[in-house]
């Protein structure tokens, strides 16, 4: 399954209405999905503003993911966990909204499978994360089992929001986790989805060799 994702339009008034986002839910298998979500952990509603953490020790950098194929997008790229491949053009066949995505190839086929999708969209340079940081939650509260808000963490300089979630999908409890950050004049909404039998341990380092390997590059116009 391809986690829904949240969406900034351009061109908007206000940061708010730049920053409401629509939600877009999609599947592995390349068909709709009946649902959409944020990952593990035990359950806790709340919205209170999360304390930043310059580093987070999950998140130290590994010599492996340097050394991994890059998948580059909208002024960034990051590197490929082992056994990922580029599903991008998979992706936006379902999804015009999704920037590049990436799915893992050792799975069972025709199974759920792990995935990353990332969305990008032009904000006001009078954006701040913040100013979505409740109706993100909300959009993944509507359709998630649970969702909740952990601490900030930073992605290649530029704070995000990190939530976690778990949704429901053809009796599946899919585990998702959703960074989203501003960097420069862009919003950046990237969300990795885990079958229900991924191992906390497999889902840990995916998301980390994400975020240890994320780097930036001049973006191309929107």
């Not at 969406?7 to 298998?29: D, K």
């Not at 590197?79 to 920037?99: E, N, V, Y």
């Not at 909404?189 to 341990?201: E, G």
Request: proline share 7%; hydrophobic share 35%.
């Amino acid at each position: 399954m391809l986690l829904g994702v949240l969406v900034a339009g351009s061109g908007c008034a206000s940061v708010q209405e730049s920053l409401n986002p629509t939600v877009p839910v999609l599947s592995a298998s390349a068909s709709p999905a009946a649902a959409s979500g944020t990952p593990s952990s035990s359950p806790s509603d709340t919205t209170a503003p999360a304390k930043t953490t310059k580093t987070d020790k999950t998140h130290k950098s590994s010599t492996r993911a340097s050394a991994a194929p890059r998948l580059g997008g909208e002024g960034y790229s990051f590197a490929l966990p082992s056994g990922w491949a580029d599903a991008t053009s998979q992706f936006k066949s379902l999804s015009p909204l999704i920037d590049v995505a990436a799915k893992d190839t050792t799975g069972t086929p025709g199974r759920a499978g792990s995935n990353i999708n990332v969305i990008v969209r032009a904000v006001p340079k009078s954006a701040s994360i913040d100013d979505g940081a409740k109706t993100f939650y909300q959009q993944l509260k509507a359709r998630s089992k649970s969702v909740r808000r952990l601490p900030d963490t930073q992605v290649a300089g530029a704070r995000s929001l990190h939530f976690v979630g778990i949704v429901s999908a053809v009796n599946l409890d899919m585990h998702d986790e959703q960074f989203d950050f501003i960097h420069g004049s862009h919003l950046y909404v990237v969300t990795v989805t885990f079958p229900p039998t991924a191992k906390p341990s497999a889902r840990s380092h995916v998301v980390h060799a994400l975020v240890d390997s994320w780097s930036w590059r001049t973006p191309r116009s929107l």
